[in-house]
């Protein structure tokens, strides 16, 4: 039984990862719409994206509702575990929430079966398959050609979904109740980054280049205290030659 737990919590781990991933890819994918490459394909990629979100949405909240509302001896040894990833959960919900209810408001604005008006340059290009396909499992969702889906039907859509996250997130709160000031960390702030330059991800040269910045804007700052004090000692002399020859 101990053992079913602890897979059960790691199942729930990896799925609650995976949610995250998918949610900063469709926000990732939200802010070129009404970009330079806003187009047929990134709305469809937005669906698909939103599609999968979803499914891990029914999947994570049934799991973690189960686990949490058990009251076995094992269930409650790993109970701050679930927690922790029940308020990771309900973060993800929020922020997909919020940015479905952002592509909903862009998409009206920019509606692509229309006389295209001015986009927005928001410095966006460039494709997004890429972006997409590094958050999705393609093969457990079916593309659908974006001609078989009107736009007013994908807006109907994507506002049902955002209804439905909704009301999610209350029936969460009704269902499991886990105050979020009372989730302990368990790890120190930062520590996922340090983790990845120890295993050799690009975090290395971030954390180099961000090194190389401070250490520059010490020597600006130094410069600058040197300058200025410069330009007193200079306003000085001359405030003294000035008197002496007046």
């Given at each position: 039984m101990p053992g079913s737990v602890m897979a059960?919590?790691?199942?729930?781990?990896?799925?609650?990862?995976?949610?995250?991933?998918?949610?900063?890819?469709?926000?990732?994918l939200v802010m070129s719409i009404g970009g330079?490459?806003?187009?047929?394909?990134?709305?469809?990629?937005?669906?698909?994206?939103?599609?999968?979100a979803r499914e891990l949405v029914g999947t994570i909240r049934g799991r973690?509702?189960?686990?949490?509302?058990?009251?076995g001896a094992p269930m409650r040894e790993r109970r701050?575990?679930?927690?922790?990833?029940?308020?990771?959960?309900a973060s993800c919900l929020e922020q997909l929430e919020a940015d479905m209810r952002r592509a909903l408001e862009l998409a009206r604005i920019f509606p692509l079966n229309?006389?295209?008006?001015?986009?927005?340059?928001?410095?966006?290009?460039?494709?997004?398959?890429?972006?997409a396909a590094?958050?999705?499992?393609?093969?457990?969702?079916?593309?659908?050609?974006?001609?078989?889906?009107?736009?007013?039907?994908?807006?109907?859509?994507?506002?049902?979904?955002?209804?439905?996250?909704?009301?999610?997130?209350?029936?969460?709160?009704?269902?499991?109740?886990?105050p979020r000031w009372?989730?302990?960390?368990?790890?120190e702030p930062g520590a996922e980054l340090r983790s990845t330059a120890i295993g050799g991800g690009t975090?290395?040269?971030?954390?180099?280049?961000?090194?190389?910045?401070r250490r520059t804007c010490r020597l600006s700052r130094r410069l600058s205290a040197l300058l200025f004090t410069m330009i007193i000692l200079l306003a000085v002399v001359l405030s003294v030659c000035v008197a002496k020859f007046a």
């Open positions: 059960a919590c790691e199942e729930c781990r990896a799925l609650v990862q995976a949610l995250n991933k998918v949610t900063a890819c469709f926000r990732q330079s490459s806003d187009s047929l394909n990134l709305r469809e990629e937005l669906r698909r994206t939103r599609r999968r973690l509702t189960s686990a949490l509302r058990d009251g701050a575990e679930f927690e922790r990833l029940w308020v990771a959960f229309m006389p295209r008006r001015a986009l927005v340059q928001t410095g966006m290009s460039g494709g997004t398959s890429g972006l590094r958050a999705l499992s393609t093969h457990s969702l079916r593309h659908c050609d974006a001609s078989e889906h009107s736009e007013e039907t994908d807006l109907l859509a994507l506002q049902k979904d955002v209804i439905e996250v909704g009301e999610i997130i209350a029936e969460m709160e009704n269902k499991v109740n886990v009372s989730i302990i960390a368990i790890e975090s290395t040269g971030m954390l180099n280049v961000g090194a190389r910045r």
